[in-house]
């Protein structure tokens, strides 16, 4: 087996991006739409995409959401996306009014028979940046379920006003997508997700109210950190594999559905076979454990920057 950089990342529902200055490139490349928003109800996501530019610098934006309400994987290809040598790296994003970028761990890869090049990374509308992973690495479990519950609030009043988007690739290209105000799309989104909710056996109202989400324990955790398929290892294959658990009142994970066809049935085991372990239940606005469920995405990597 070749030596490598193994890296296996759990995502909760807290967003990646953290603080950081930056001197933004002279002139980013401005797209303006060139589709209208599609709104694509799907079994375990809702998916919003249009696009941007025309010819060579078109860009798609696809806006996924598996559960969550205020935190979206965002994917972005087109043949002016750059490519990278490595699965992962430094990126920043950034909305108007923004005086420093919001880092975020962007994952490379193609898409589709032309092998389209692709990158994708969590974005949250929230009007200041998410704390950090290291940030919340140092809190304990209640604070965290604090956190996570309060990035899943939306802002309406501040979605409204986002009007462009702006993505920097590592040091290099940046570019803005001139979206409009994010406020109808993203409601839209919303009735969406409510509707997952429903299908799931999950009330929407309740699961708005609740005062801390479904958090894993440290020990379930580090089962899934701690595997990575041996045979999806020796090939360097990597994975993002986005996951729903429902989790009773008392902490225990009742069902594991991996969110995405795509998995490999390797990495599929592995995350629902170690994240089906204890966890800290969901409460509700008076503080009751009730039943809920987990959403995250745990990231495998091969050569990844650390």
Same mark, same amino acid.
């Given at each position: 087996?070749? @030596?490598?950089?193994?890296? !296996? +990342? &759990?995502l909760a529902t807290l967003a990646?991006?953290?603080?950081a200055a930056w001197s933004r490139p002279p002139e980013p490349r401005r797209l303006e739409p060139t589709s209208k928003w599609v709104l694509d109800y799907a079994n375990e996501r809702c998916t919003l995409l249009r696009?941007?530019?025309?010819?060579?610098?078109?860009?798609?934006?696809?806006?996924?959401?598996?559960?969550? @309400?205020?935190?979206?994987? !965002? +994917? &972005?290809?087109?043949?002016?996306?750059?490519?990278?040598?490595t699965p992962d790296s430094r990126g920043s994003f950034y909305f108007p009014g923004d005086r420093d970028s919001r880092?975020?761990?962007?994952l490379h890869g193609t898409l589709g028979k032309d092998q389209v090049p692709a990158v994708s990374f969590n974005l949250d509308f929230w009007p200041k940046p998410a704390p950090s992973d290291a940030q919340i690495e140092k809190l304990s479990p209640d604070k965290?379920?604090?956190?996570?519950?309060?990035?899943?609030?939306?802002h309406p009043e501040f979605e409204r006003a986002v009007d462009l988007i702006g993505v920097r690739f590592g040091q290099g290209l940046r570019i803005e997508l001139h979206t409009g105000s994010m406020?109808?799309?993203?409601?839209?989104?919303?009735?969406?997700?409510?509707d997952l909710y429903k299908s799931w056996g999950v009330d929407p109202a309740q699961q708005k109210a609740l005062s801390a989400l479904a958090v894993p324990l440290p020990k379930t955790v580090k089962h899934v950190q701690n595997e990575y398929p041996l045979h999806q290892l020796a090939s360097g294959a990597n994975a993002y594999v986005p996951?729903?658990?429902?989790v009773d009142a008392s902490g225990q994970a009742t069902s594991c559905v991996v969110q995405s066809a795509d998995v490999d049935a390797d990495f599929k085991h592995a995350v629902c076979a170690n994240l089906q372990g204890s966890f800290?239940?969901?409460l509700d606005g008076d503080g009751k454990p009730v039943p809920s469920m987990f959403h995250t995405a745990v990231i495998y990597l091969v050569n990844g920057w650390h």
């Open positions: 087996m070749r @030596r490598a950089f193994i890296s !296996v +990342t &759990l990646t991006g953290i603080t696009n941007f530019g025309q010819g060579d610098k078109a860009v798609l934006l696809r806006m996924d959401s598996f559960g969550s @309400r205020g935190n979206f994987r !965002v +994917t &972005l290809s087109g043949k002016d996306v750059p490519r990278s040598s880092e975020a761990r962007m965290r379920a604090l956190i996570g519950a309060a990035i899943e609030t939306p406020g109808e799309p993203l409601a839209a989104m919303r009735t969406c997700i409510d996951v729903r658990l429902m800290k239940p969901a």
